[in-house]
Each structure stands twice: as structure tokens, then as C-alpha cells.
């Protein structure tokens, strides 16, 4: 029996089979992993599995609890009557007066343990901790809700069950490995997808190489009308391993395809002109393969599933076969691609971060309509700038303009709202344009 998504299935309730994103500890790890019965996830060095996941809503927060069989994750009822913490800032107190000289905590190590072996939770080793601190009470409410969190992530950690889209993926890549999506911030994202216009019944051509994160926010925002059409030079397609992780339906899948830019660019020859307008009256040049030292695939590609083992963290599972994902990216269809060479892309999006961008656009922008828009990404702005220059000399586009997204997060908490301590001041550059006919 199938267990794939198909369109009867409730997008925000998890399946045996689907893809999830684990936020531990409110942040301090994230990780992605499927949710098959043999699963499992490791937190220092307890491990437990992940199959009372399958069947939650996203969003449902779990604690790691030790029980007769083991460590288990344990579903977490927020109070709702609980009182907001943090919120006090008419005190008097203060820290000055704390020594920090490791003898205000009168539990030891060893009856912590003890505590532990005996089944106690871990929310009762926190309450424990702090009944037992000499100077919980004299800290600030700052500082005592800052001495429970770092407990509770001790002895009870969390993990928040979180569902993987664009923003979700983008972000936790950025945060642990940048260096696999071309340092794409989120920011970023969203405007290479506004830029190129990327809406529903468009066929978009995508040069994707940043293991497919651009092609699955792509395929999330057209929901599945019209078609993603990943190309690449060369006969090795870029590796897309990352729109698994959209849990996309097979419907969704199958408007995601590849074609080599040899097979799209056949249409040289094939351009209609106007009548009595002159042959050279379009400036569209004649597509042929790269040179043989052009492009080295194998350098230039982005390859992520090579050291996936980090950030996918999925045991095998008996039923495997059973719980096999909709495969994407399959071969363009013919009828599709004849439309293509005839009428042209709606739009073109790119993100290009270790090749030369010029390269490339010179290749793809006549497979674009007239009047089409597109978005190219570069980690770096010379490229991009060298790109404009000769858009602008070959009159091949106007409205052209390099954007430096820039985004500031910040703390946002009683009394203490300020821009956060540690954030990335680098998001990239995108240049846009619209594609026209020279004459």
C-alpha cells in the first residue's frame, strides 16, 4: 500500500514516510529526518525514536523522557493559565552580589544520577536544581529564567516538530551548512521568487545549483500548475536532493522536470518572425554546447548528498520500499518541450553561486519570451556586474538592477529588544531585468 502524500492527505498532520524538520532545544540543533517505524534521533547520548511523531500535527512540542523501555519522546501540554515569565522589571535585586564559585548548587552529580535511574522526569530534576540553589531567589527574573531554560535543556530537551517549506528549509541551511545553498538567505529567497514572478499556470526555467532549494520554493509557490524545468549544460543534470524535503505530492512531482540546455536550445532555427520583419531584426544567438574547458561539472556542481549524513539523520527502516517518496525531476515531456521552443519560458530564475553567472545567462536568456522576467543570484557582485554590463552592451533586457537584500533579527522581549548579537550581515546580490527583442 502506498503511503506517499496524495491529495486526500491533511498537509498538517504528519505521515509514516514524510519528511520533518526537529528543532531542539529551541534552536541549538536542527536537523531533518523521515518518519519511518525505525527511525530514531539521538540527543547526548540517549537515543529514541521518532515513532510517536507519525500521526502529530506540525507545530506539537516533545520532551525526551526516560522510561522502563528507555528514552521516549513524550508529547508536551502547554498551560495555558501559566504565568508569562520575564515580565517582572520592578525589581530591586540585582546580580552584583552573586559569586559564581560552583557551591551554591547543593545536589551532586551522583544524585542527579540516582534521581535519573529512579525514574524522575526531567522537569522534577529542574525543580529539584532550583530548590536546591542558594542563589536562585536573589537572581533577577531575568536571570532565574535564564538559569531554568539552560537546565531544562539539560536534563528535559525539547524538540519542537516543525514542517519543512521553503522559508523552514532555507533557514536551517543557512544556519548550519550556507556554504551547500550559496549563502542564500531567506531574504534573498523571497526576492529572486518576487523578481522572476513565479506564479501559478507559468512554466519557469530554473538553473538550480544549490542542491534544489530554489527549485522546491519554485514548485511550492505554483503548487503544482505549470511546470519547473530544471537545465543544465553538459549531460550531468545539478543534483535537487533538497525538494524532498517539501514532501510534495506526486501531482506536484511530476511538474518538476529536467532537459539539458542542448535539447531546449534546438529551437535556434525555429524562431517565427513577423512578416516583412529582417532576419537580423532579433538579437538571439545561436545556442550551442559549451566548450570542452567551458564548464567542469564536476568541480562546478553543488553536491550535497556527498556529506548529507549531518543535517539527515534517518536509520534504515524495514519498510523502506513502502515508504519510498515521489521521485522529482523526472524527463521533460516532448510536447512540453516543443511549446517551450516555440512560445518560450515565462520566466527564468537562477542561482549560480560557484560559476560564472555571465556564462550561463548568455546561453539561457533566448530560451525566455520576450518580455519575460527573470532573477539571477550570486554570493558575489562582481559577477553579477559583469553579467549587466553585457546585458546592457547586447540590448538583450532592460530594467536592470542589482539588489543587496538586508535583513536585522531581533530579540523581542520585555525590556530587552534589541538587534541580536550574532547575525549574518551577508545575504548575497540579485540581479533582475525583462527580457527584450533588439532591434
Not at 130 to 143: L, Q, R, Y
Not at 273 to 301: A, I, R, Y
Not at 327 to 334: H, L, N
Request: with cysteine.
Amino acid at each position: 500500500m502506498s503511503i506517499e502524500l496524495n491529495s486526500n492527505q491533511n498537509p498538517k498532520i504528519t505521515w509514516e514516510g514524510c519528511n520533518v524538520l526537529l528543532d531542539i532545544n529551541d534552536g541549538d540543533r536542527l536537523l531533518f529526518a523521515r518518519l519511518t517505524p525505525g527511525s530514531t534521533l539521538k540527543i547526548g547520548n540517549k537515543s529514541c525514536s521518532l515513532q510517536p511523531l507519525i500521526g502529530c500535527h506540525f507545530g506539537s512540542l516533545f520532551q525526551l523522557e526516560t522510561g522502563d523501555k528507555g528514552p521516549f519522546l513524550s508529547p508536551v501540554v502547554e498551560v495555558s493559565n501559566q504565568e508569562e515569565k520575564g515580565c517582572k522589571i520592578d525589581e530591586p535585586k540585582d546580580n552584583r552580589a552573586l559569586v559564581d564559585n560552583n557551591t551554591a548548587q547543593s545536589l551532586t552529580g551522583d544524585e542527579i544520577e540516582a534521581m535519573r535511574r529512579e525514574g524522575v522526569t526531567g522537569d522534577e530534576i529542574v525543580e529539584a536544581l532550583i530548590a536546591n540553589s542558594a542563589t536562585f531567589d536573589k537572581k533577577t527574573s531575568f536571570s532565574q529564567e535564564k538559569y531554568r531554560l539552560k537546565k531544562q535543556k539539560k536534563y528535559a530537551p525539547r524538540v519542537l516538530l516543525r514542517r519543512p517549506f521553503a522559508r523552514s528549509i532555507c533557514e536551517t541551511y543557512f544556519k548550519k551548512y550556507p556554504t551547500r545553498i550559496g549563502y542564500l538567505r531567506v531574504d534573498s529567497l523571497s526576492l529572486l521568487l518576487s523578481m522572476a514572478n513565479i506564479t501559478a499556470h507559468s512554466d519557469v526555467l530554473v538553473v538550480d545549483m544549490i542542491g534544489g532549494l530554489l527549485t522546491g520554493a519554485v514548485a511550492e509557490r505554483m503548487g503544482g500548475m505549470g511546470y519547473v524545468c530544471n537545465t543544465y549544460l553538459g549531460v550531468n543534470p545539478y543534483p535537487i536532493d533538497i525538494v524532498r524535503m517539501f514532501n510534495f505530492s506526486d501531482e506536484i512531482c511530476k511538474r518538476i522536470v529536467q532537459s539539458p540546455l542542448a535539447e531546449l536550445s534546438a529551437r535556434e532555427n525555429e524562431i517565427s518572425l513577423q512578416p516583412g520583419q529582417p532576419e537580423d531584426s532579433c538579437n538571439t544567438e545561436k545556442l550551442t554546447s559549451p566548450p570542452p574547458n567551458s564548464v567542469n561539472m564536476d568541480e562546478l556542481m553543488v553536491t550535497p548528498e556527498n556529506n548529507n549524513s549531518e543535517i539527515l539523520t534517518t536509520a534504515a527502516s524495514p519498510v523502506s520500499k513502502a515508504c519510498k517518496a515521489a521521485k522529482a525531476g523526472g524527463k521533460a515531456p516532448e510536447v512540453a518541450i516543443k511549446s517551450w521552443r516555440e512560445t518560450g519560458f515565462s520566466s527564468l530564475i537562477m542561482a549560480v553561486p560557484d560559476m560564472d553567472a555571465w556564462t550561463i545567462v548568455k546561453e539561457v536568456l533566448p530560451l525566455l519570451s520576450f518580455s519575460a522576467p527573470f532573477a539571477i543570484y550570486h554570493q558575489y557582485l562582481q559577477p553579477l556586474v559583469t553579467c549587466m554590463h553585457n546585458l546592457q552592451l547586447g540590448k538583450m533586457a532592460i530594467g536592470l538592477q542589482i539588489a543587496e537584500p538586508w535583513l536585522r533579527e531581533y530579540q523581542v522581549l520585555p525590556s530587552r529588544t534589541h538587534p541580536h548579537m550574532q547575525m549574518s550581515a551577508f545575504g548575497g546580490y540579485v540581479l533582475t531585468g525583462t527580457r527584450i527583442c533588439s532591434t
